[in-house]
């Protein structure tokens, strides 16, 4: 099994900044892609970034130039920092991990943690 937590949600101000952080443990071999998704109310859960364990790492286009995805591999956590925000970043953010054990891949998913963007 791997636990998947995420930190560092809240309130903040239109122009502010916010610094997710989302940690996996358990039992992997290991951690093939840390990725955030978010969702919005009455909206699907979108992909906002993702890395690999080489460091390479994808945007979406609402996110790009604001959002930085970054990763510690020993440590096995992966972050997001958040600036320019905008209201229309308020959202549940879910951390998603992809961990391999042997030949299997497993997918797990944190509890989500909220960022609300309001003056």
């Known amino acids: 099994q791997v636990q998947v937590v995420e930190s560092g949600g809240g309130l903040v101000q239109p122009g502010g900044s916010l610094r997710l952080s989302c940690a996996a443990s358990?039992?992997?071999?290991?951690?093939?892609?840390m990725d955030w998704y978010r969702q919005a109310p009455g909206k699907e859960r979108e992909l906002v970034a993702t890395?690999?364990?080489?460091?390479?790492?994808n945007y979406a286009d609402s996110v790009k130039g604001r959002f930085t995805i970054s990763r510690d591999n020993a440590k096995n956590t992966v972050y997001l920092q958040m600036d320019s925000l905008e209201p229309e970043d308020t959202a549940v953010y879910y951390c998603?991990?992809?961990?391999?054990?042997?030949?299997?891949?497993?997918?797990?998913w944190g509890q989500g943690t909220q960022v609300t963007v309001s003056s």
């Open positions: 890395v690999t364990s080489g460091g390479l790492s």
């Open positions: 358990g039992t992997f071999l290991v951690i093939k892609a």
């Open positions: 998603h991990v992809l961990t391999k054990y042997w030949t299997s891949e497993y997918e797990s």
